[in-house]
């Protein structure tokens, strides 16, 4: 959680940008790292953007533990993916 890093009052781009300095895949519920147009995605350790409702926590667990389980670093990394119950979307972001 951004809050959990002082990143709470923070931007999408700066929480993005911490996320690469840190070299952490991010994890959000937020649509807005899903749209190029507000926040352009480049090279990164991966961005995964849960598409879940409600929002509750027992949702989202649903949702996210499986994926994890199957996904590895190096196979996100300059992706986006969408996750949601009904699957999963991967986007290339960067080739590099």
């Known amino acids: 959680m951004a809050q959990n890093v002082g990143q709470d009052r923070s931007s999408d781009e700066e929480i993005m940008e911490f996320a690469q300095k840190e070299a952490r895949i991010l994890i959000t519920l937020d649509e807005h790292f899903g749209n190029w147009v507000i926040l352009p ?26 994926f994890i389980e ?11 993916v969408i996750v949601s119950k009904r699957g999963e979307r991967w986007i290339l972001t960067s080739e590099g």
């Open 70 to 80: 199957k996904v590895t670093d190096s196979g996100i990394r300059n992706h986006l």
């Open 41 to 66: 995605l480049n090279r990164h350790c991966g961005v995964v953007r849960l598409k879940v409702h409600p929002t509750t926590s027992p949702k989202i667990l649903e949702v996210l533990i499986p």
